[in-house]
Nanobody
Framework: QVQLVESGGGLVQAGGSLRLSCAAS????????MGWFRQAPGKERDFVAA????????IYADSVKGRFTISKGNAKNTAYLQMNSLKPEDTAVYYC?????????????????WGQGTQVTVSS
């Protein structure tokens, strides 16, 4: 089992930045792809970004490309989401997800483990 804990959410003005962290604990000896998803009130959970186990490959949703950056820590069991030029439409609960794989995935159904989420609110 793997436990994921997100942190770093909060309230920020439009144009500001936030950095989300996702720390994995438990059975972290396997190689995990990690991803970030978000869910706004009344909407479905959407893909934001994903990173391979090694950190060498990343993919992004078109809506965040060029503004958000996903990365991994040196120990490979922590993922970060640096969010710049935030917009009110980025307001959502952000979730971290992980799957034991050397590949990376956009589809939320591919992920085995999920964090509890962290709220990001961007004011206009």
């Amino acid at each position: 089992q793997v436990q994921l804990v997100e942190s770093g959410g909060g309230l920020v003005q439009a144009g500001g930045s936030l950095r989300l962290s996702c720390a994995a604990s438990g059975r972290t000896s396997s190689r995990y792809a990690m991803g970030w998803f978000r869910q706004a009130p009344g909407k479905e959970r959407d893909f934001v970004a994903a990173i391979s186990w090694s950190g060498g490959s990343t993919i992004y949703a078109d809506s965040v490309k060029g503004r958000f950056t996903i990365s991994k820590g040196n120990a490979k069991n922590t993922a970060y989401l640096q969010m710049n030029s935030l917009k009110p439409e980025d307001t959502a609960v952000y979730y971290c997800a992980a799957r034991p794989s050397t590949l990376l995935y956009r589809d939320m159904n591919e992920y085995n483990y999920w964090g509890q989420g962290t709220q990001v609110t961007v004011s206009s």
